[in-house]
């Protein structure tokens, strides 16, 4: 039987070319929001989840986050995909017959420079890859969408020019979830990485006690972020990944030092780095 894996937006999206980078052997399965990406893993629709976490341009993506640590599921591998994004009308279409072109809010600023050289109008839609739908279904020559050749290639559509995008490294980091952890050693020639989330103990300078651990330990330390938990201005909640594998004698004795000074430590996923982590 086929394996699915989740992804949150429409075939087509940028999550679902990470899919099938990735995991080429499975079927993607589109989801309309993150919530229900994770339950299709849960409920067993699904084997693994594809979570897209940041963007080199755009940060952090909003609500992962908060999602992870409640979400049940492990990080067991990471994904980069180089956002390309392409100018898409209908078979026959020309450049010039162009008047407007559809895209997700955060993709149209990307393109400014292309829209604004050829006089073509933006226009906001929900999900990049339904634009790309809705332009095949709508017929119009003159109306076009920004989006991802694979989407071209699901509803048929010409790609009128490639990669119009402004920024030349705009990459999205993926995780990839599973419902049961891998702690084994599978090291791509790349390192591991740990995810984990913690809330430090309400005391003086608990943070900077918590992370002294890691300095003394030589554990070099990619990712601190902090948000706010249940609604309160003082519970804080921080979301870190170190290089290594808790296995590994100097973290093992980092994170001992951070169980001292927190109130909860829980990892998220040991997984190995992928080959694509150091965007060129």
Same mark, same amino acid.
Not at 233 to 246: D, I, K, L, S
């Given at each position: 039987m086929t394996? %699915?894996?989740?992804?949150?937006?429409?075939?087509?999206a940028y999550s679902h070319e990470a899919c099938r980078n990735s995991r080429p052997e499975m079927?993607?399965?589109p989801c309309s929001t993150f919530e229900e990406t994770i339950q299709a893993v849960k409920s067993g629709q699904a084997e693994l989840a594809m979570l897209p976490v940041e963007n080199t341009t755009y940060g952090r993506v909003a609500d992962i986050h908060r999602l992870l640590p409640n979400s049940g599921l492990h990080i067991i591998d990471e994904a980069f995909v180089r956002v390309h994004i392409n100018l898409l009308a209908v078979k026959g279409a020309k450049l010039e017959d162009v008047t407007?072109?559809?895209?997700h809010l955060v993709l149209l600023p990307q393109c400014a420079s292309f829209l604004s050289e050829n006089s073509i109008r933006g226009?906001?839609?929900p999900d990049n890859a339904r634009a790309a739908r809705e332009v095949a279904e709508a017929g119009n020559p003159?109306?076009?969408a920004l989006a991802s050749e694979l989407a071209a290639e699901i509803y048929g559509l010409d790609i009128l020019a490639r990669h119009v995008e402004d920024n030349d490294n705009n990459?999205? %980091?993926?995780?990839?979830m599973a419902p049961e952890a891998k702690?084994? %050693?599978?090291?791509?020639?790349?390192?591991?990485?740990?995810?984990?989330?913690f809330q430090v103990r309400n005391i003086p300078a608990a943070l900077y006690k918590a992370m002294g651990g890691f300095a003394t330990n030589g554990v070099n330390m990619t990712k601190l972020e902090s948000y706010m938990v249940d609604g309160s201005?003082?519970?804080?909640?921080?979301?870190?990944?170190?290089?290594?594998?808790?296995d590994d004698p100097s973290l093992q004795l980092a994170l001992e030092e951070l169980d001292y000074f927190t109130n909860s430590v829980n990892i998220l996923g040991v997984y190995p780095a992928a080959k694509t982590r150091h965007v060129e």
């Open positions: 394996q %699915r894996i989740a992804f949150q937006g429409e075939p087509g079927e993607a399965l407007e072109a559809h895209s226009r906001v839609s003159a109306s076009a990459t999205t %980091r993926f995780l990839i702690f084994d %050693r599978r090291d791509s020639g790349h390192g591991m990485v740990t995810s984990f989330v201005f003082t519970a804080t909640q921080f979301y870190a990944e170190v290089e290594g594998h808790p």
